[in-house]
């Protein structure tokens, strides 16, 4: 699914990502944790294709394409998602309109049939209704006066409808009480199978509680520093990152 | 031949062939020879004038107009597709043949102008010039208590220089929305002047389409007056012309008379266009709410001059405007400039304005869902009109203008 050889980027001339090597198969789950300003959202916006971070070495390649030469759309219609840490709010936009604007050019661009109004309406409704969201968030301007928990949970819900091959969460944790941990966590796990795949970016054990992760990667200065089963994630917890900044050094 | 001064600038030999057309038209009556009078001496409207300091007339001086007798019958076919009764005008000239008049409780007179309506000549110069060569326009009138719908007023030019006089009278309780759509093709000068009376309790709904030929020169001025508790309420899209100014004096001169003064200016290559409004609050508890939406790619430049005076008997006015623009190419150019005068101590008048480029996080967040950039861009700014558009009650008429601006998206993505 995801093979990720010697990749080093840059933003603004600074080197973040030193040489990550980062193999995620089909159907597994893969989690990176790491302190602050290690690289993990550098890692997550590189993947998406985001502007103003350089890629300076290394290779990407997701399903056999490469994925680095490809524009942000093309990446998505290859099966690729990114779910923001800081979701855009989109004033003007109906969260409806977005959405199924966004399916359509995906099946626009895979050769498949556009969805009408109706059509979409009744697969949007059902996603809502499983993820506990609120009726009018499909009416509702995209993210525009949402709370954090509702952003994360809209970024969820545009993963459900999308239906990605690979989702990258960007600490999607962050800021949720318990109850909408619970939620965005089952909707990751509604989308596992043998065909989809999941990069989980976070700072806390807390959500892998939820989002058991086939392996758990540790990330600190740009780099890979240790890999393990999901135990290493609970051994992080108690320990701290110290130990591991310390034995990386 | 003529009084004028020996022409000094292009502008004013401009002025003395308007005013040469005037004289060989012969015999006219007390108000055309006032504003002939006024034109002689006044010209047109110069830079050097505070009111004209964005927009320079300059450029109709160099056009060449096109004769404007060539059929308008294919014009006609790019008028939106409304279900109501229309009234054509063909270079400035009714067509009843390509019209459909209003059956019931509306009264539609065209041909020569009644004079009397709020029109000031002695206050714009374009509305001496529209008084001393008006030959037609149509007088609407809608009487006390009816509901007379929706009436389309179209404006079809392929060349010429017309000025048409329209008058709009709504009694007491009276409502109307009136389209209005001014197209053509080819090199013409369209001047109307509008007056517009709004009676207590009445409601007047003006959509006003301006899609001229790229050639064209568009000037329009229009006089509203509001009495108690009724509403004057306009939207105004440009988006054609090479120049256009439209140009607004709305009273409010009774108790919670209301007047909303839109607009959207959505302009590409070496396009002008300048909406200007003065707003009087007379009386108490008006309202006034102007929002003005500036979509600018290529060279062009759009013009937004907004004043609102508060006299001192207007206490509890509530005034509001905004003017936003986005900017779409680094040669583009946007004019903003809001006035207060406000003499009533007990008011709530805000202005505010905004210039930006289409936001990268934005563009950014819609490309990594799947949607093309062109499309992510389109959305953008489709969004960023939604404020000024979504508030358009008449279904039909909203569709037609959202089709008009996807057109001209298109257009300039190509």
């Known amino acids: 699914m995801l093979e990720i050889k010697g990749l080093s980027a840059s933003v603004d001339g600074k080197a973040i990502l030193r040489g990550i090597d980062l193999v995620v198969p089909d159907g597994e789950v893969h989690a990176i944790m790491g302190p602050n300003g290690s690289g993990k959202s550098t890692l997550a916006y590189v993947l998406a294709g985001r502007e103003g971070y350089e890629v300076t070495g290394g290779a990407v390649s997701f399903d056999g394409q490469d994925l680095l030469a490809l524009e942000p759309e093309a990446r998505a219609v290859a099966g690729l998602f990114l779910a923001f840490q800081y979701p855009v709010e989109l004033p003007g936009v109906g969260n409806a309109n977005f959405l199924r604007t966004a399916l359509n050019a995906l099946r626009r661009a895979r050769g498949e049939a556009e969805l009408d109004a109706v059509q979409f309406l009744k697969l949007a409704r059902s996603a809502v209704k499983r993820l506990s969201m609120a009726d009018d968030m499909l009416k509702r301007a995209v993210n525009v006066g949402f709370s954090g928990g509702e952003k994360k949970r809209n970024e969820v819900l545009q993963m459900a409808i999308l239906r990605p091959k690979l989702a990258v969460l960007d600490e999607t944790d962050s800021g949720l009480d318990i109850d909408a941990l619970r939620i965005v966590a089952d909707g990751v796990n509604a989308l596992r199978g043998p065909a989809s795949s999941a990069l989980v970016i976070t700072h806390y054990q807390r959500l892998l509680d939820y989002i058991v992760p086939d392996r758990v990667h540790v990330l600190v200065a740009g780099r890979i520093v240790r890999s393990g089963g999901p135990e290493l994630a609970r051994e992080l917890e108690a320990s701290g990152y110290a130990a591991v900044m310390a034995e990386a050094v | ?414």
């Open chain 2, 1 to 414: 031949m003529s009084g004028l001064a020996r022409p000094t600038a292009p502008l004013d030999a401009l002025a003395e062939a308007f005013f040469a057309r005037y004289q060989a038209r012969g015999a006219h009556d007390a108000e055309r020879q006032g504003a002939a009078e006024l034109f002689r001496s006044g010209g047109l409207p110069s830079p050097r004038e505070e009111a004209w300091h964005y927009t320079a007339l300059r450029p109709l001086a160099d056009a060449v107009f096109d004769p404007p007798g060539r059929d308008a019958a294919a014009l006609l076919e790019a008028l939106p597709d409304i279900a109501a009764p229309r009234l054509v005008f063909v270079a400035g000239g009714f067509r009843a043949d390509l019209s459909v008049l209003p059956q019931g409780p509306i009264s539609v007179a065209t041909g020569a102008p009644a004079w009397g309506g709020l029109a000031r000549p002695a206050s714009e110069k374009l509305v001496a010039l529209n008084t001393m060569l008006a030959e037609d326009g149509a007088d609407i009138v809608v009487a006390d208590g009816v509901d007379a719908a929706t009436l389309v007023l179209a404006s079809l030019a392929s060349g010429g220089a017309f000025h048409p006089r329209h008058s709009i009278r709504l009694g007491r309780g009276a409502r109307l929305t009136l389209i209005e759509v001014n197209l053509g093709s080819g090199a013409y000068l369209n001047n109307p002047v509008f007056s517009a009376a709004v009676g207590e309790d009445a409601s007047l709904v003006h959509l006003r389409m301006q899609i001229e030929g790229a050639d064209a020169f568009h000037l329009s001025t229009l006089y509203a007056e509001v009495a108690a508790r009724g509403t004057y309420d306009s939207f105004l899209l440009t988006l054609g012309a090479r120049l256009a100014r439209v140009e607004v004096h709305a009273r409010l001169v009774g108790e919670k008379a209301a007047v909303h003064l839109n607009a959207a200016q959505l302009l590409g290559g070496s396009q002008h266009a300048d909406f200007t409004t003065v707003v009087r609050h007379d009386a108490p508890s008006t309202v006034s709410r102007q929002t003005v939406k500036n979509v600018l790619t290529g060279r062009a430049r759009g013009v937004f001059q907004g004043k609102i005076e508060v006299d001192r008997l207007a206490q509890k006015t509530d005034g509001y405007q905004m003017n936003q623009a986005l900017l779409l190419s680094p040669q583009a150019e946007v004019d903003s400039k809001p006035q207060l005068e406000i003499y009533a101590d007990d008011v709530k008048c805000s202005h505010g304005a905004t210039v930006g480029e289409l936001d990268a996080d934005q563009l950014f967040y819609l490309r990594s869902r799947g949607i093309p950039e062109v499309e992510a861009r389109s959305l953008l700014v489709r969004a960023f009109l939604n404020e000024a558009l979504d508030p358009i009650g008449h279904e039909v008429a909203r569709q037609a203008m959202e089709g008009m601006v996807a057109t001209w998206w298109e257009r300039q993505m190509a």
